[in-house]
């Protein structure tokens, strides 16, 4: 009964009624059948065989007029059809009987009817014999025979007759008395079976009732209020079922309204929580492109001074190279002679105003190769290789401006000695060539750093485009942040349709 559903709990009910109700209905049918049969046999069959005795009863009772008409008759025609008359009314008392005989079914009246009958032909018998002395002449005599012996026998079969229809009507008596009984037992045993079907019908009603109060868990108006309460987003009521209740509908809707209460909650939280993450997150992405801004203005400021860095390093090396001519054409000079000691002296000059020019730009480098040392330790680990490179310049410029100083130590050198004595000119020839080494070094460093500085410059734009791709990146995150942001606020205008109970 608890498995079945609810609209069988209602149709079994409305069944079993309707199955009772019809079987009163079939057993009152049958009690009148059977009523109707007994009252068909009643006022059928033993009216009919009342109605053929009293036919026949009357028929023979019209002989008696007949057979004295026909002895008062005055003339033979009269006579002849008062003979004639009463043979009708005897023979249709006959075929009265007859009838009678051939419909009844009891032994000891069909004896009586065969009594009958032959009181009839005694009576007949006796009747003829007047007939004849009437015509004789002789009425006294037929009249005591008409009163005498014929009358006897009439009213022997008349008695008989009386006899069998007081028998057919204590039958139609007892077969009333049957009705009234069948009639008063069919009337109580229909009422008992009514009541007691409508006895079981209560109770499979109120059985059933049961069963479906006990799957609802109260009555339906409750659950019909608390699913619209559901339904209005107040999660905050509740759900009252009794006790032991733990497989009804209200207690489902109970469980379910606490488990949606605390997916709420924790979708709250988790909004609130999405929310401010989401807000952190597009500040600190806003702060990373601004950041990222800074850098990559810095880089292309370093990238400009490198750039002007190796434009004063190309300078550098096309110095270097004039100053390696110069010192060979002064080791050629020296080799021709004294006279050539007054334009080497010259030369020298020019060459310790050079190497200045060297030393200056070396100076120059080397405060760019610091300079761009800070930018790369500010921009913090997008910068760490830049520091390196920045690092390397610095130690070249170092290096150069220590060439040059060193050149130009040597330059004043052989001006002084150049002035002091020109019989000295042979031994200026290997500081000469000495002087050519360094120069082909200063090149040679020169043209290095100038390498390592279109490196940097390349390095430099590596970083540029990841400083740039950050920067998108950054930009798409804060968008992204904010876009989760916004569909947090809308998680939180739709959560807050539902009125949640706080634990």
């Known amino acids: 009964m608890r498995d079945l559903k609810i609209i069988w709990k209602i149709m079994l009910p ?56 026909q002895i008062h008759a005055w003339t033979t025609q009269m006579e002849d059809s008062a003979e004639k008359q009463f043979q009708v009314n005897l023979d249709n ?64 079969a008349m008695s008989h007759l009386s006899q069998l229809v007081k028998l057919e009507e204590n039958d139609i008596a007892i077969a009333r008395k049957q009705i009234d009984i069948r009639g008063k037992n069919t009337f109580w045993t229909v009422l008992i079976t009514a009541l007691g079907g409508f006895l079981i019908s209560i109770a499979a009603v109120l059985l059933s009732t049961q069963q479906i109060l006990r799957q609802l868990g109260g009555e339906p108006a409750y659950a019909v209020s608390v699913a619209r309460q559901v339904a209005a987003g107040d999660l905050s009521l509740d759900v009252l079922v009794h006790a032991k209740d733990q497989n009804s509908l209200l207690f489902a809707m109970r469980q379910m309204v606490e488990k949606l209460n605390s997916i709420v909650i924790r979708l709250r939280n988790a909004t609130e929580e ?27 400021e370093s990238s400009i001074s490198i750039d002007n860095l190796s434009i004063h390093t190309s300078q550098n090396t096309h110095t270097a190279h004039i100053t390696d001519s110069m010192a060979r054409q002064s080791t050629l000079d020296a080799r021709s002679g004294c006279e050539s000691v007054q334009k080497t002296t010259l030369a020298m000059r020019k060459i310790a105003k050079e190497i200045l020019i ?63 004595a020109g019989e000295q000119l042979n031994n200026i020839e290997p500081s000469i060539r000495k002087t050519a080494g360094l120069v082909q070094e200063i090149a040679a460093n020169s043209h290095e750093q100038c390498h390592e500085l279109e490196l940097i410059n390349q390095n430099i734009g590596e970083v540029s485009q990841r400083v740039a791709t950050n920067a998108a990146a950054s930009e798409q995150l804060s968008a992204t942040a904010e876009q989760l942001s916004n569909q947090a606020l809308q998680v939180q205008t739709m959560l807050a349709f539902f009125k949640i109970k706080r634990s």
């Open 14 to 69: 409305a069944g079993l009624l309707t199955l009772v109700t019809l079987g009163i209905v079939l057993l009152t049918l049958h009690a009148i059948a059977s009523i109707s049969g007994l009252a068909s046999q009643a006022l059928d069959e033993n009216a009919r065989r009342v109605f053929l005795a009293n036919q026949a009863a009357f028929h023979i009772t019209s002989t008696t007029t007949d057979d004295r008409n």
């Open 93 to 156: 008392g006959r075929n009265a009987l007859n009838s009678l005989y051939a419909i009844e079914k009891d032994a000891s009246r069909r004896a009586i009817i065969n009594q009958v009958r032959s009181q009839l032909l005694q009576f007949e018998k006796i009747d003829k014999e007047a007939f004849k002395l009437t015509r004789l002449g002789q009425p006294t005599e037929a009249y005591a025979l008409i009163n005498g012996d014929a009358y006897r026998a009439y009213k022997t």
């Open 274 to 300: 999405t929310y401010s993450s989401s807000s952190e997150v597009a500040s600190a992405a806003q702060l990373v492109c601004k950041n990222t801004s800074i850098n990559a203005d810095i880089l292309r």
């Open 358 to 420: 060297i030393d200056d730009i070396a100076y120059q480098t080397n405060l760019l190769a610091l300079n761009a040392a800070i930018e790369a330790a500010r921009a913090g680990a997008n910068g760490k290789s830049f520091a390196v490179v920045a690092a390397e310049v610095r130690k070249l410029a170092e290096r150069c401006q220590l060439a040059a100083q060193e050149i130009g130590d040597l330059s004043k050198s052989s001006v002084q000695l150049a002035e002091a």
